[in-house]
């Protein structure tokens, strides 16, 4: 696994073995910001929402989310899925919190050394909760509000991408809920529409990809 420097100045990471880097090349931070917290959890009505998040991997988005939880006062219920953790060493050379925010590195680390399969508390705001294991198999109970869905490409971890597992997603929504992904190809769109959501094209982040998908629960 290697450290690259992005276009907007953030760090990604890239795993050789399968040709794919954890976040966009032209800006992690931009990308995880636009497409996560601006489509995602500032588009919810939500005063409480629960999250889910496929693919916990740096912790980027979970990190931006305690942020603008702490900076609107909005409780957040935020679990995470990954069934690869990073070690803290490799966290550290990401430092995520110099660029985004100083003050909060003990919160960023926070995340990554809570417990595993329970509540942690890590502000009167934030409950995480995070899971250990397969995406693929894993049965999550209902009640999610949003769901960042941030699996590496289709092309590259195909069996993430499955009809079945947008319908099981659909089914753990909350009515009204939302998914948010950085993947627009036309057999994702078709899939979450089969599931039954109503699907939107969103421009993606500057400097980015054109284009992103908004998933809406009927």
Same mark, same amino acid.
């Given at each position: /696994? ?9 760090? &990604? ?11 966009? @090349? ?12 601006? /489509?995602?959890?500032? $588009? ?5 929402? $629960? ?13 931006? &989310? ?10 957040? $219920? ?14 550290? =050379? ?7 925010? *100083? ?9 990554? *050394? ?12 934030? &409950? ?28 590259? *971890?195909?069996?993430?991408?499955? =009809? ?28 979450? *529409?089969?599931?039954?959501?109503? @699907? ?19």
């Amino acid at each position: /696994m290697e450290i690259e420097k992005t276009a907007d100045g953030s760090y &990604t990471l890239y795993v050789p073995e399968m040709d794919e880097h954890y976040h966009s @090349v032209k800006g992690a931070l931009t990308e995880s910001k636009h497409i996560f917290i601006e /489509m995602g959890l500032k $588009h919810s009505a939500v005063n409480e929402p $629960h999250i889910l998040e496929i693919g916990l991997g740096t912790g980027l988005n979970c990190f931006l &989310t305690f942020l603008t939880s702490e900076e609107t006062c909005r409780k957040v $219920h935020y679990t995470g899925i990954e069934r690869y953790p990073l070690s803290i060493d490799v966290l550290r =050379q990401l430092d995520y919190p110099t660029l985004i925010n *100083q003050g909060h590195e003990c919160n960023y680390y926070a995340i990554h *050394q809570a417990a595993w399969g329970k509540d942690v508390t890590l502000s009167p705001e934030f &409950t995480l909760h995070k899971i250990e294991g397969d995406f693929t198999t894993y049965r999550f109970e209902k009640g999610y509000d949003i769901i960042y869905f941030d699996a590496f490409a289709p092309e590259k *971890q195909p069996e993430m991408w499955e =009809q079945s597992l947008f319908d099981s997603l659909y089914h753990v929504l909350n009515e009204g809920g939302i998914l948010t992904t950085y993947c627009a190809k036309g057999v994702v769109r078709r899939m979450l *529409q089969t599931a039954g959501f109503i @699907v939107e094209r969103l421009p993606g982040p500057p400097g980015g990809k054109r284009e992103i998908l908004r998933a809406t629960k009927r």
